[in-house]
């Protein structure tokens, strides 16, 4: 199997994180961590909702988290925030955990295996 680009892209974004197993999200959130779920409408609607978490599709996530920005929502009260960002699966998640971090939003991450893992381990909160 070739390794593509994007699998490239990957590896360097998840090496940026200290990823979250689908057991460790209530403790998370327990310590303040907030979680966002990225997916888009339509893939929420088949899967099912995340009652705990605050959803942001993804082509506004870095607006909404920046602290900086005009677009920034509440939550986004400085650098120090830990984001866990959560897809489907656990990949997009990732780029978008990364993406986060370079704009200095150094707690970012996610959660591995995403949605279906949340579901999977009993840890949908």
């Known amino acids: 199997m ?7 892209v990957l590896e360097q974004a998840r090496a940026k994180l200290t990823r979250l197993e689908a057991t460790a999200v209530p403790a998370a959130l327990n310590r303040g961590a907030i979680l966002v ?4 409408a339509a893939q929420r609607a088949a899967e099912g909702d995340v009652p705990a978490a605050l959803v942001i599709e993804r082509n506004v996530l870095e607006w909404r988290c920046d602290p900086t920005s005009d677009a920034r929502i509440p939550e986004a009260v400085g ?5 866990v960002i959560l897809c489907s699966e656990g990949y997009t998640s990732s780029l978008a955990a ?5 704009l200095g939003l150094h707690r970012s991450t996610d959660v ?11 840890a949908l909160v």
Do not use: K, M, N, T
């Open 37 to 40: 779920d990225i997916r888009p």
């Open 2 to 8: 070739s390794h593509s680009r994007i699998d490239a």
């Open 112 to 122: 591995v295996g995403g949605f279906h893992a949340l579901v999977a381990a009993g």
């Open 79 to 83: 650098d120090d925030v830990e984001w």
């Open 98 to 102: 990364a993406a986060l971090q370079d």
